[in-house]
């Protein structure tokens, strides 16, 4: 079965370390473009990051850069967020997303969501 | 503040057609392709319209999507009760190089 599953949300200090895991299963996760989006408490969707298939290219958006680090492990079939210097409107569920294949930049799969909280 | 613009709320009555908008410039919608997703309550996003008008299998031919120039629309004809739910509007800006969302839109099935 095709799927994302997202884990290692949690509650974290600001100025804290957190990293989130998206494990991959049904298709090769080297083969695809991958992406981080996150929602706020209440609030709309936000993209975060994008690694594109291969590799070669990493996408942020300007809310993370410099913090935030998006990688992929091909032997573990695994895509990763690393998130340092978290503030407390880091705080979301952040879904891992999976682009399609094509020119056109939309994701055809989604996981469940893991909950990050930034909070003292 | 989102990058594309969309009416917060939205609402029909079952039967109905509803349409919601999607308003963005010329980096993003101008130059790319629009796509739609369906958040049901508590659930994750979910994609409903692909490159415009497109519909992935198993989405209904009730939704439908449009584009036209720096805008785009998503229609819902035949409004039911399970449509209840958050639509948000998406593409790729070249300006930005990244994914923007429209703030979405809460339809409600009165």
């Known amino acids: 079965e095709v799927q994302l599953l997202e884990s290692g949300g949690g509650l974290v200090q600001p100025g804290g370390s957190l990293r989130l895991s998206c494990a991959v299963s049904g298709f090769t996760v080297s083969s695809y473009a991958m992406s981080w989006v996150r929602q706020a408490p209440g609030k709309g969707l936000d993209w975060v990051s994008a690694?594109?298939?291969?590799?070669?290219?990493?996408y942020y958006a300007d809310s993370v850069k410099g913090r935030f680090t998006i990688s992929r492990d091909n032997s573990k079939s695994t895509l990763y967020l690393q998130m340092n210097s978290l503030r407390a409107e880091d705080t979301a569920v952040y879904y891992c997303?999976?682009?399609?294949?094509?020119?056109?930049?939309?994701?055809?799969?989604w996981g469940q969501g893991t909950l990050v909280t930034v909070s003292s | 503040q989102s990058v594309l613009t969309q009416p917060p709320s939205a609402s029909g009555t079952p039967g109905q057609r509803v349409t919601i908008s999607c308003s963005g410039s010329s980096s993003n919608i101008g130059s790319n392709t629009v796509n739609w997703y369906q958040q049901l309550p508590g659930t994750a996003p979910k994609l409903l319209i692909y490159s415009n008008d497109q519909r992935p299998s198993g989405v209904p031919d009730r939704f439908s999507g449009s584009k036209s120039g720096t805008s785009a629309s998503l229609a819902i004809s035949g409004l039911q009760s399970e449509d209840e739910a958050d639509y948000y509007c998406?593409?790729?800006?070249?300006?930005?190089?990244?994914?923007?969302f429209g703030g979405g839109t809460k339809l409600t099935v009165l």
């Open positions: 690694l594109s298939a291969g590799g070669g290219n990493t």
């Open positions: 998406a593409a790729w800006d070249d300006s930005l190089s990244g994914v923007v």
């Open positions: 997303a999976k682009r399609a294949v094509g020119r056109s930049y939309y994701f055809d799969l």
